[in-house]
C-alpha cells in the first residue's frame, strides 16, 4: 500500500480554481471506480491551503491517478499560477483502520 499525504497553499485568487479542479479528479475518479484508489482533499480555514490524503493498492494505482486527463490539467494549472507555500509531500506507512 502507498499512502500520500500533500499539503501546500495557493493564492486566495486561485483556490476556487484549484477546488473546480479537485471536484473534476474526484467525478473522473467515481467514473473510473478503480477499488484500489482512495482520494480525498481538504481545504483548511484559511481558504487556500489544500491539503490531500490518497491511497492507493500499490504504485499503478498511483500511476492511474496521476495519468488522468482531469488530474494533468490540475497538475498543470496549479504550478503554472503559482503557490504561497509550496507542495509538501509525505509518505505515510499506515499503523491501523477501520476500513477493510
Known amino acids: 500500500m502507498k499512502i500520500v499525504r500533500v499539503q501546500y ?3 486566495p485568487q486561485f483556490a476556487p480554481i484549484n477546488q473546480a479542479n479537485i471536484a473534476a479528479i474526484v467525478q473522473e475518479l467515481k467514473e473510473l471506480n478503480h477499488p484500489g484508489i482512495k482520494y480525498g482533499c481538504w ?3 484559511d ?3 489544500f491539503m490531500h490524503f490518497d491511497q492507493f493498492e500499490n504504485e499503478e494505482a498511483h500511476q492511474i491517478l ?3 486527463e482531469s488530474f494533468k490539467k490540475f497538475d498543470a494549472q496549479l504550478w503554472t499560477n503559482g503557490f504561497e507555500v509550496e507542495p509538501k509531500l509525505e509518505l505515510l506507512d ?3 483502520t477501520t476500513e477493510d
Do not use: F, Q
Open 66 to 68: 496521476t495519468s488522468l
Open 9 to 11: 497553499t495557493t493564492t
Open 43 to 45: 481545504l483548511l480555514p
Open 94 to 96: 499506515l499503523v491501523a
Open 47 to 49: 481558504g487556500k491551503t
